[in-house]
């Protein structure tokens, strides 16, 4: 009992104890504590990073189906350089990239 007599009047009120329990439960024990909104956050800005990105890839390929549906000669280098595609009087070689590098 003399130990609770030294205890400062201002931290045995209710409500200080009130609220200090209902932070400390709001900022560590909710299941939308501090620590999950921050996680959350880095998620929402990786993900917004990646939408971005992928725009700019999806305006990227749109520009170059439209060049390819406009222009012919487009269209025939898309399919050499992507599918290998040859004329019939044509031979194909291929050179892997790094080739300079397996070559030493």
């Known amino acids: 009992?003399?130990?609770?007599?030294?205890?400062?009047?201002?931290?045995k009120n209710k409500y200080i104890i009130a609220f200090s329990v209902f932070a400390v439960i709001m900022l560590?024990?909710?299941?939308?504590?501090?620590?999950t909104q921050s996680e959350r956050k880095?998620?929402?800005?990786?993900?917004?990073?990646s939408?971005?990105?992928?725009?700019?890839?999806?305006a990227a390929e749109q520009?170059?189906?439209?060049?390819?549906?406009?222009?012919p000669a487009t269209l025939e280098k898309y399919a050499r350089e992507k599918y290998?595609?040859?004329?019939?009087n044509e031979d194909l070689?291929?050179?892997?990239?790094?080739?300079e590098a397996s070559k030493n």
């Not at 560590?28 to 620590?35: P, T, Y």
């Open 1 to 11: 009992m003399k130990l609770l007599t030294h205890i400062p009047s201002w931290i």
């Open 28 to 35: 560590f024990f909710d299941k939308n504590d501090v620590f």
């Open 42 to 49: 880095k998620q929402l800005q990786d993900l917004l990073l």
């Open 51 to 58: 939408k971005q990105y992928y725009t700019e890839q999806i």
């Open 63 to 71: 520009a170059e189906l439209e060049k390819m549906k406009t222009n």
């Open 84 to 88: 290998l595609m040859k004329r019939d």
């Open 93 to 99: 070689y291929l050179v892997p990239e790094n080739y």
